[in-house]
């Protein structure tokens, strides 16, 4: 299931980023007493109550303002407006209703989204002052007041931004399905891989509404297993258009890598590598989904028999923080190996499933430790154990030793890869756990 997104919009200067980092618990946006200090939008996971969503911090919105930068804020600002399922409208108390105020809520009436009215700065703990009351002629409802400095009044808001959410309706399949997120910058050719997958199998469904804007999920079942495509479609990058719909499309990238098993990570073979790529499947491996690399437009691509092995060199290195992940070379247009897509999904989500017996773990580490012994540090050595497993997706193993301090990054990454000569786990991450005895 996707996670909700609760965006947090106001003018500049009212404490958007305070109370951003209040409710996810870092500090994430910059906060500084300077109107247009937040001028992209950020995004981060929280929870509350049990239920988890995404919160989105926006730059402040200047309605009438002419200047180039206000602008492009207030571009990301709507953007982040129209994928919201709830809004937070945040106002200052200090300085009451302002005429920007007043176009900012009328331009939220419009949306038609829920919105929750937070009224920020109410520092002092007791009644709230007369001047809170005038709130209500923005006519968005009751207001809260909140402190985003000392948190007072957070749970509140929170609780009546959960209370707006449709948590029922939220799209929610059988565990058979195996869910894959195609994701990628724009105009890489994702909904076109979909497309041709649902032409090519003559088997799809039905195409769902996604529970995010834009976004459709399509039923897809051959001989291969039964699968859910989650397509962030309708992002399209024209001519000329600023980078702010290149955001956007990060933005839903990271919200339908939540909900799936594996991650189809869609490269331009004509573009190549860039950072953004770089970006999205950061995110799927910081979230331990199974991942794919496929190189689309190869058909575009003049090539001789050399190519693809200086290609997927190149890319080894672009992808050196993912040295699990597997390419394949197809083409949406033309069909060109995109029939081998299904068995490596098979293969990748079934290795992030991978359960391995503690006997067999400590065997594994008996024979690691004697290969290569353990770091010291003023003559005391490391001393490990035992391990085992504690989940899967991705794979998850504990290490019990004597001391996480002298456990130094070289060794874990010396017992991964023991753990993959051992076990085929290709494309999927793995995390090791460090506990000290009596942890």
């Given at each position: 299931?996707?996670?909700?997104?609760?965006?947090?919009?106001?003018?500049?200067?009212?404490?958007?980023?305070?109370?951003?980092?209040?409710?996810?618990?870092?500090?994430?946006s910059?906060?500084?007493?300077?109107?247009?200090v937040?001028?992209?939008?950020?995004?981060?996971?929280?929870?509350?109550?049990?239920?988890e969503?995404?919160?989105?911090?926006?730059?402040?919105?200047?309605?009438?303002?002419?200047?180039?930068?206000?602008?492009?804020?207030?571009?990301?600002?709507?953007?982040?407006?129209?994928?919201?399922?709830?809004i937070?409208?945040?106002?200052?108390?200090?300085?009451?209703?302002?005429?920007?105020?007043?176009?900012?809520?009328?331009?939220?009436?419009?949306?038609?989204?829920?919105?929750?009215?937070c009224?920020?700065?109410?520092?002092?703990?007791?009644?709230v002052?007369?001047?809170?009351?005038?709130?209500?002629?923005?006519?968005?409802?009751?207001?809260?007041p909140?402190?985003?400095?000392?948190?007072?009044?957070?749970?509140?808001?929170?609780?009546?931004?959960?209370?707006?959410?449709?948590?029922?309706?939220?799209?929610?399949?059988?565990?058979?399905?195996?869910?894959?997120?195609?994701?990628?910058?724009?105009?890489?050719?994702?909904?076109?891989?979909?497309?041709?997958?649902?032409?090519?199998?003559?088997?799809?469904?039905?195409?769902?509404?996604?529970?995010t804007?834009?976004?459709?999920?399509?039923?897809?079942?051959n001989?291969?297993?039964?699968?859910?495509f989650?397509?962030?479609?309708?992002?399209?990058?024209?001519?000329?258009?600023?980078?702010?719909?290149?955001r956007?499309?990060?933005?839903?990238?990271?919200?339908?890598?939540?909900?799936?098993?594996?991650?189809?990570?869609?490269?331009?073979?004509?573009?190549?590598?860039?950072?953004?790529?770089?970006?999205?499947?950061?995110?799927?491996h910081?979230?331990?989904?199974?991942?794919?690399?496929?190189?689309n437009?190869?058909?575009?691509?003049?090539?001789?028999?050399?190519?693809?092995?200086?290609?997927?060199?190149?890319?080894?290195?672009?992808?050196?923080?993912?040295?699990?992940?597997?390419?394949?070379?197809?083409?949406?247009?033309?069909?060109?190996?995109?029939?081998k897509?299904?068995?490596?999904?098979?293969?990748?989500?079934?290795?992030?499933?991978?359960?391995?017996?503690?006997?067999?773990?400590?065997?594994?580490?008996?024979?690691?430790t004697a290969?290569?012994?353990?770091p010291?540090?003023?003559?005391?050595?490391?001393?490990?154990?035992?391990?085992?497993?504690?989940?899967?997706?991705?794979?998850?193993?504990?290490?019990?030793?004597?001391?996480?301090?002298?456990?130094?990054?070289?060794?874990?990454?010396?017992?991964?890869?023991?753990?993959?000569?051992?076990?085929?786990?290709?494309?999927?991450?793995?995390?090791?756990?460090?506990?000290?005895?009596?942890?």
């Amino acid at each position: 299931m996707s996670k909700p997104l609760i965006a947090i919009v106001g003018r500049p200067n009212v404490g958007k980023s305070t109370l951003f980092n209040k409710l996810t618990g870092q500090r994430l946006s910059i906060v500084e007493d300077t109107p247009g200090v937040t001028r992209d939008r950020i995004y981060a996971p929280s929870e509350w109550c049990g239920k988890e969503f995404m919160l989105v911090d926006t730059g402040g919105i200047e309605p009438k303002a002419d200047d180039v930068m206000l602008s492009k804020m207030r571009m990301q600002a709507q953007i982040a407006i129209d994928a919201a399922d709830v809004i937070i409208f945040v106002v200052d108390l200090k300085s009451g209703v302002t005429a920007n105020d007043a176009d900012i809520a009328h331009m939220l009436q419009k949306c038609g989204k829920p919105v929750v009215l937070c009224v920020n700065k109410c520092d002092s703990l007791g009644d709230v002052p007369p001047d809170f009351y005038e709130f209500y002629n923005l006519g968005l409802g009751d207001p809260y007041p909140v402190s985003s400095v000392h948190g007072h009044g957070t749970g509140d808001l929170l609780d009546a931004c959960i209370e707006k959410i449709d948590w029922e309706n939220r799209t929610e399949y059988p565990e058979e399905y195996t869910k894959v997120a195609v994701i990628g910058k724009p105009n890489v050719g994702k909904s076109s891989l979909i497309n041709y997958l649902a032409g090519e199998e003559r088997v799809i469904v039905s195409d769902i509404a996604g529970t995010t804007r834009d976004a459709t999920d399509t039923v897809i079942e051959n001989r291969y297993g039964k699968y859910i495509f989650i397509d962030t479609a309708g992002i399209r990058r024209k001519a000329k258009v600023e980078d702010a719909i290149e955001r956007y499309s990060v933005l839903r990238s990271y919200m339908a890598v939540d909900r799936c098993d594996v991650a189809v990570i869609l490269i331009d073979a004509v573009e190549g590598f860039s950072e953004q790529d770089s970006k999205i499947a950061g995110y799927a491996h910081e979230q331990g989904k199974a991942c794919i690399v496929c190189v689309n437009k190869w058909d575009a691509v003049e090539k001789d028999d050399r190519t693809m092995k200086e290609y997927t060199d190149k890319l080894k290195v672009d992808f050196s923080f993912m040295s699990y992940v597997p390419f394949l070379f197809i083409s949406a247009k033309t069909g060109q190996r995109v029939d081998k897509m299904f068995p490596l999904i098979n293969e990748v989500a079934a290795n992030s499933r991978l359960r391995i017996p503690t006997g067999r773990l400590n065997d594994l580490l008996s024979y690691a430790t004697a290969r290569v012994q353990p770091p010291s540090d003023k003559g005391k050595r490391l001393k490990i154990y035992y391990m085992t497993q504690a989940s899967t997706q991705p794979p998850t193993f504990v290490c019990f030793c004597n001391s996480a301090e002298l456990f130094h990054f070289s060794y874990q990454r010396y017992l991964e890869n023991q753990i993959r000569e051992t076990y085929d786990l290709t494309g999927t991450p793995i995390r090791l756990l460090i506990r000290e005895r009596g942890e």
